[in-house]
């Protein structure tokens, strides 16, 4: 089915975001596990697992619309060094990778096309509620716990 | 069956506390939980579903003694803005409330209701303890320090 310009457009943007934050999942899932914070590891390859998810959303939506997926594209990839730099750079592309969805799923509903507006939607709902929060919840504990206490339950 | 004026009185007034205290727990549950304390919110959560159940116990009381549930009144809620404020503020309940609940039931025998005194001892046994609960947090923040005690709250227990 042949989808609209700027809805395809819009949805390879989200990609972009989206290959980012799976690439960056990726490598601090690893960092995690090599310095034996294993429970850090868990989660964040949950992540890890989920953007994947997203991606492959994007991707088969662009498909069926008859778009082209750009695979190359990389926005805001920033690999942290320290446990709260990797955790509050993650927090930074999830709020980028929100404020795009929303503008894209605007984007759809003024081109009518409802499907991907849905299909947005949840991606939207994963991005804020379970990967945002869950980053913010740790930062503050960090401030709370202090940073050798809130890795220490990490282990 | 009729019951004295007296005692329905001093029911709803221990209603209306317990339908402050429900609330002051939900909420700082709550915020236990966005913070990610999960012990200490599944302990305020408790605390306040059984002051609810304590709530409906009194309510079938009063309707039984042919008196009016008064559900309009709520005291004043004490919500903390950290989790030593928080405990701080749950403990200042508890120690309005053990009186009111001791009153009560004192008023209770002097008018030979002993089926409410019963009532209102049990639930001042859960108030006491869930006050022992608040002393023993303070002093293991105390003892541990803030950021050890709050480290082991984060996890269920």
Redesign the interface.
């Known amino acids: 089915m042949q989808g609209n310009k700027n809805v395809i457009g819009g949805l390879n943007t989200l990609l972009g975001y989206e290959l980012a934050a799976m690439d960056q999942y990726f490598v601090h899932s690893q960092m995690y596990l090599d310095w034996g914070l294993n429970k850090l590891y868990e989660r964040i390859n949950h992540e890890f697992d989920d953007e994947k998810g997203h991606a492959t959303k994007l991707i088969e939506r662009m498909l069926f619309l008859g778009g082209k997926p750009d695979m190359q594209t990389r926005v805001g990839y920033k690999v942290g060094i320290t446990v709260p730099d990797m955790l509050q750079s993650d927090l930074r592309v999830e709020y980028e990778v929100a404020d795009k969805l929303r503008t894209v799923i605007a984007m759809c509903e003024t081109e009518k096309d409802y499907v991907t507006r849905d299909m947005l939607m949840i991606l939207l709902d994963d991005t804020e509620m379970d990967h945002a929060h869950w980053l913010e919840q740790q930062l503050g504990l960090i401030e709370m716990l202090g940073l050798s206490n809130y890795m220490q339950s990490q282990m | 069956m009729k019951g004295k004026p007296e005692v329905i009185k001093v029911l709803n007034e221990v209603l209306t506390t317990e339908l402050t205290s429900i609330n002051q727990y939900f909420l700082h549950a709550r915020m236990y939980k ?3 304390f999960e012990a200490l919110n599944e302990k305020c959560y408790k605390k306040s579903i059984k002051d609810m159940k304590q709530a409906d116990e009194i309510i079938t009381r009063i309707l039984f003694l042919e008196g009016l549930p008064n559900l309009q009144m709520l005291g004043k809620i004490n919500i903390g803005e ?2 030593v404020e928080m405990l701080k503020c749950d403990a200042g309940f508890q120690t309005k409330q053990i009186p009111q609940m001791k009153d009560a039931i004192a008023l209770c025998e002097s008018h030979l209701d002993f089926v409410t005194r019963d009532l209102l001892t049990s639930i001042l046994e859960y108030e006491e303890d869930h006050y022992d609960w608040l002393d023993t947090q303070a002093y293991q923040i105390e003892h541990l320090g ?3 005690y ?2 082991s709250q ?2 269920e227990d």
């Open positions: 966005n913070w990610g950290d989790p803030i950021q050890n709050l480290q984060v996890e």
